[in-house]
């Protein structure tokens, strides 16, 4: 069965599962599913513990079917934790989550918890994974998104009894902090647990947030597509920013930029050839987010705007790899913002003609 993450405490709080199974690439959170699981056993009595990490091909699964088989002489309920760090059990590792599943409901006295990283749709569909999903509760943890960050930090906010000012000062202050935790949900908690030892319950302002909040946000080069695509300058700008600063490659900046400017190019001139926009989408393989942010803004690029940036991302190319090209800055971090925000512009131009 699966369980919308929102949803398991209050499950828990009904009952448990013999079998739990929680698959997804933000470790706080799944950190806080795993913890919530295991209290609730441990308040039903199950307070013996083990754990088995799966790493390498010669793990001895034998020795988990043994431990989901066996209690100590102190305890008569018992945890069985099973961490799978790459997401892959491997053929002999497959035919064992399989067999823990066929006995989990039968196994009143052992509670069985599978760790998995994200898993991509053809994992999630195999046989072990859906004897899992079919014999308990799975429950997929997924990141927080940045437009959902203020309200994420608003709610933690509360949590520890303090909130910001209403209002305009409020929407200022939540998204300054998500701009300084964007993309490392870790450090977002650690640095809203600090405001709660920093200052008493209650309202906080601005300028507490301000000094407080360290400047502790990750970047994915891979999302600088979605914001480059929504047309949002200046975030463009910060992400640009902390990526160089983390010490991001600039050929894979480049190539984000490139591959956007490509596929654009190539579903331009499919429309132009008659084919259906979902067709055009499809072939070059964009769907999600991509294919709706694509949608938005095709409509209102002209073949002329894609080839000039096709040409800019080609001497943008050159000037990564160590060339020089006239009118372009000539060190790679520069040159790379020009192309993102020429790109930028250029979409956030078509959302506005729309």
Known sequence: MQLPATQLQGHLQKGLCPLYT????????????????????????????????????????????????????????QIVEIRVPSGKPGKD???????????APG?????????????????????????LDGAGVSVQIDPVERAALPQWIAQRLAAQ?????????????????????????????????????????????????????LNVARYDVFKLSEVILGGRRERVQRMLDGLRAEGEAEVLVHYALAEDIRALKRVKDALGEGRPLPVALREQRVWGLRERLFERVLPRLTDMQLANLLHAAHQVDGIVKGLRSPGWPQEPWPALHRLAQSLCAACGGAQAAR
């Open 22 to 77: 929680l698959h997804g690439d933000e470790p706080l959170l799944v950190q806080e599913a795993a913890d919530a699981i295991r209290a609730a056993a441990r308040a039903r009595g199950h307070t013996e513990r083990t754990v088995h990490t799966v790493a390498g091909a010669h793990f001895d699964w034998g020795a988990v079917l043994a431990a989901g088989q066996s209690l100590s002489l102190f305890a008569d309920r």
């Open 93 to 103: 590792g497959s035919a064992a989550l399989q067999q823990l599943a066929q006995a």
């Open 107 to 131: 196994n009143e006295g052992t509670l069985t918890l599978v760790l998995l990283p994200r898993l991509d749709k053809a994992t999630r569909t195999g046989a072990w994974f859906g004897a």
């Open 161 to 213: 009894g303090q909130r910001v000012k209403p209002g305009e000062e409020g929407q200022r202050t939540l998204a300054f902090f998500a701009d300084r935790v964007e993309g490392n949900l870790l450090a977002a908690h650690q640095e809203i647990a600090k405001l709660g030892l920093l200052h008493p319950a209650g309202e906080l302002d601005f300028g507490q947030v301000e000094v407080a909040v």
